[in-house]
Structure formats: structure tokens, C-alpha cells
């Protein structure tokens, strides 16, 4: 059993960056693909980035520029950097792994809020 938890999102302004965590334990993180989603409000859940365990990443076609996603050997996290933050990047931003078998873990998503 994977454990999924994720940190870092607050309130921030336009134009700024920020970094969210997605920390894993209870896997063989090398093995994993991790990916993170957002939901914002009214609408569904969309696909920001992915990244595998050869280190092989990809992005949603919107995230292209703005998002890195990169992940840490050492810590068993996956971050998530933001850059140039827009009050349309508001959402509940979900990390989900998923192991060699297929089975899908699930993280309690982090909130972030751009706005003035």
C-alpha cells in the first residue's frame, strides 16, 4: 500500500512561484508513476504532469512552460514548480501513484489559490 501525501499550497499572488510536494511512502518509489491532477472549481479534473520512474517526464498540453515536475530519489517526493502563477491556476491539485501493477493511490490534494 502506496501512501500518498501532499503539501504546499496556500495563497499566492500573480506572478509568483510555487512549489508543491507530493510525498510517497510505503512503495518502492523508483518503480512508481506519479502523476499530479488539478480540479478547480465547477469543472473537472484535468491532467497537469507525469513523471516516471526512469525519470521520463510529460505535461499537459496547457502546463507546457510553466510547470517542471521532478522528483527526489532521496526524499521519495514529487514536486510540482508553478511558475508565473495566473488566478486561473486555481484548484485542488491532486498527486495519484500508481505501481508496476497497475493499482492507483490517491493523495488528499493541496489547495492553491491565486488571487490579489
Known amino acids: 500500500q502506496v501512501q500518498v501525501a501532499e503539501s504546499g499550497g496556500g495563497l499566492v499572488q500573480p506572478g509568483e512561484r510555487l512549489t508543491l510536494a507530493c510525498a510517497l511512502s510505503g512503495g518502492m518509489f523508483h518503480v512508481l508513476t506519479v502523476a499530479w491532477y488539478r480540479q478547480a472549481p465547477g469543472k473537472t479534473r484535468e491532467f497537469v504532469a507525469i513523471?516516471?520512474?526512469?525519470?521520463?517526464?510529460d505535461y499537459g498540453a496547457f502546463a507546457k512552460g510553466r510547470f517542471t515536475i521532478f522528483r527526489s530519489d532521496r526524499d521519495n517526493t514529487i514536486y510540482l514548480q508553478i511558475d508565473n502563477l495566473d488566478p486561473a491556476d486555481t484548484a485542488v491539485y491532486h498527486c495519484?501513484?500508481?505501481?508496476?501493477?497497475?493499482?492507483?493511490?490517491w493523495g488528499q490534494g493541496t489547495q492553491v489559490t491565486v488571487a490579489t
Open positions: 495519484a501513484a500508481e505501481d508496476p501493477n497497475g493499482r492507483q493511490f
Open positions: 513523471s516516471f520512474g526512469n525519470h521520463r517526464t
